[in-house]
């Protein structure tokens, strides 16, 4: 089984970063396969950004869709769930959202969640209610640091979410997601002083991914979901072009 781990960014350490959490929490015999678009935002924080990004990523998951190259499961390592629902409709193969899987976990687990991110949180708030998960989260914690900074002081930055994760707890909280790229890894770490389940989307989604891969409930062949045929376009990648045009044979 090969899960194609796609960052939406270019910044190739959160790819390193995610790379190495997937790979601990995969099952023997999956292989992950890491990827950094070849264009766009180095760190996703603004509606703008994100918009470039998912462009970015429709582009990098178009070469993993046919031929040798091509993967059973994709999993976006991105805490936006970027260009999730485009994605699942180009791709001839599961497509798993870091922050959805995570959330869908959570909700297995208890009554509401809540979710800690660095920094701003009004786009996370955005993605509950587009993934229908508004009224199952219990709030949403923005702390004070920036994906650099979780590289460069995983150590502080664990505390800043470590007193957020208490927050969240005190909000009514059943369970943490650890919403970001950035925090892939961090909660082994953090586990041991919260008194809720922690959540990391990377290793929610491969494990998640694993279980679609196995099931093969196939794809859509009619409605919103199913692959688009016979679209023309103008200047795209012949990959991503040749995905507008129908799905692979």
């Given at each position: 089984?090969?899960?194609?781990?796609?960052?939406?960014?270019?910044?190739?350490a959160?790819t390193?970063?995610?790379?190495?959490a997937?790979?601990?929490?995969a099952?023997?015999?999956?292989?992950?396969v890491?990827?950094?678009?070849?264009f766009?935002?180095?760190?996703?924080?603004?509606?703008?950004?994100n918009?470039?990004?998912?462009?970015?990523v429709?582009?990098?998951?178009?070469?993993?869709?046919t031929?040798e190259?091509?993967?059973?499961?994709?999993?976006?390592?991105v805490s936006?769930?970027t260009?999730l629902?485009?994605?699942?409709?180009l791709?001839?193969c599961?497509?798993l959202?870091?922050?959805?899987?995570a959330?869908?976990t959570?909700?297995?687990?208890?009554?509401?969640?809540?979710?800690?991110?660095l920094?701003?949180v009004?786009?996370?708030s955005e993605?509950?209610?587009?993934?229908?998960?508004a009224?199952?989260?219990?709030?949403?914690?923005?702390?004070?640091?920036?994906p650099?900074?979780?590289?460069e002081?995983?150590?502080?930055?664990?505390?800043?979410?470590?007193?957020?994760?208490?927050?969240l707890?005190?909000?009514?909280?059943?369970?943490?997601?650890?919403g970001?790229?950035?925090?892939?890894?961090?909660?082994?770490?953090?586990?041991?002083?919260?008194s809720?389940p922690l959540l990391e989307?990377?290793?929610?989604g491969v494990r998640?991914?694993?279980?679609l891969?196995?099931?093969a409930p196939?794809?859509?062949?009619?409605?919103?979901?199913?692959?688009?045929r016979?679209?023309?376009?103008?200047?795209?990648?012949?990959?991503?072009?040749?995905?507008?045009q129908?799905?692979?044979g």
């Amino acid at each position: 089984m090969r899960i194609l781990l796609a960052n939406a960014n270019t910044t190739e350490a959160i790819t390193e970063l995610c790379a190495a959490a997937a790979r601990g929490t995969a099952s023997p015999g999956t292989v992950i396969v890491p990827a950094t678009p070849r264009f766009g935002p180095a760190v996703i924080s603004t509606r703008a950004e994100n918009a470039i990004a998912s462009h970015a990523v429709l582009d990098l998951l178009a070469g993993y869709a046919t031929g040798e190259d091509r993967v059973d499961a994709v999993l976006l390592a991105v805490s936006h769930d970027t260009a999730l629902e485009a994605a699942r409709q180009l791709m001839p193969c599961p497509v798993l959202g870091m922050t959805e899987a995570a959330c869908l976990t959570a909700c297995m687990l208890g009554a509401r969640f809540g979710l800690v991110t660095l920094g701003g949180v009004e786009m996370y708030s955005e993605l509950m209610a587009r993934h229908g998960l508004a009224t199952r989260c219990a709030g949403l914690e923005g702390v004070d640091a920036t994906p650099p900074q979780a590289l460069e002081d995983p150590e502080g930055v664990a505390a800043k979410v470590g007193a957020a994760i208490a927050r969240l707890v005190s909000q009514g909280a059943d369970s943490v997601v650890l919403g970001g790229a950035a925090l892939a890894g961090m909660e082994e770490r953090l586990r041991r002083d919260a008194s809720v389940p922690l959540l990391e989307g990377i290793a929610c989604g491969v494990r998640l991914a694993e279980m679609l891969v196995r099931m093969a409930p196939g794809k859509p062949a009619t409605g919103a979901m199913a692959a688009p045929r016979g679209r023309g376009s103008i200047g795209l990648s012949p990959a991503l072009a040749a995905l507008l045009q129908g799905p692979p044979g």
